[in-house]
T-cell receptor, first 112, second 114 residues
């Protein structure tokens, strides 16, 4: 069974204080790893998809990286508007590539 | 604008009163899915559809039905809602082609069953 574990569960940063969120996964064959941002009561907003170990993608202050066992979401010089829950999910051969298995998320709070 | 829409956004109902939550996407996606999100449990898949007239169960299908008569629509039906179905529901869609299979989510429907 696919498993996704995110750490830490919650993270509080000062504005400008860079940090990283971790997503560890166990899957039978990774087809893709996805990062989403979710604001309270809203739908997950797509950030990145990573398909192979060594791949990196960037968007503004965010950078996602992938190894064979985990992914990191690096946040450089965060701003208060980056406060949200960040979700990691994997797509694998389980259920014929039809099911995203999600971690429980990291709740990020950036204080001014 | 490419988007997934859900209606209603908020719904309060009583036990046993049948309801339908609609989901529509304008991206011509083959794949659509329903998730529920509960505190401490994260997002869990209820049902999914690979294409018109093709549906299958996800991880938590009990108490739910779906249909896929048109490519753009994927309604979620609760024939006899119970309080344990109080949750935040999300519809998602994607192309389901390798390396183009990012799932895009709707805004959510908050359901309360009394």
């Amino acid at each position: 069974e696919d498993q996704v574990t995110q750490s830490p569960e919650a993270l509080r940063l000062q504005e400008g204080e860079s940090s990283s969120l971790n997503c560890s996964y166990t899957v039978s064959g990774l087809r893709g790893l996805f990062w989403y941002r979710q604001d309270p009561g809203k739908g997950p907003e797509f950030l990145f998809t990573l398909y192979s170990a060594g791949e990196e993608k960037e968007k503004e202050r965010l950078k996602a990286t992938l190894t064979k066992k985990e992914s990191f979401l690096h946040i450089t010089a965060p701003k208060p508007e980056d406060s949200a829950t960040y979700l990691c999910a994997v797509l694998s051969p389980q259920s014929g590539y039809s099911t995203l298995t999600f971690g429980k998320g990291t709740m990020l709070l950036v204080s001014p | 604008e490419a988007q997934v829409t859900q209606n209603p956004r908020y719904l309060i109902t009583v036990t046993g009163k049948k309801l339908t939550v609609t989901c529509s996407q304008n991206m011509n996606h083959e794949y659509m899915s329903w998730y529920r999100q509960d505190p401490g449990l994260g997002l869990r898949q209820i049902y999914y559809s690979m294409n018109v007239e093709v549906t299958d169960k996800g991880d938590v299908p009990e108490g739910y039905k779906v249909s896929r008569k048109e490519k753009r629509n994927f309604p979620l039906i609760l024939e006899s809602p119970s309080p344990n179905q109080t949750s935040l529901y999300f519809c998602a869609s994607s192309t389901h082609r390798a390396e183009q299979d990012t799932q895009y989510f709707g805004p959510g429907t908050r359901l309360t069953v009394l």
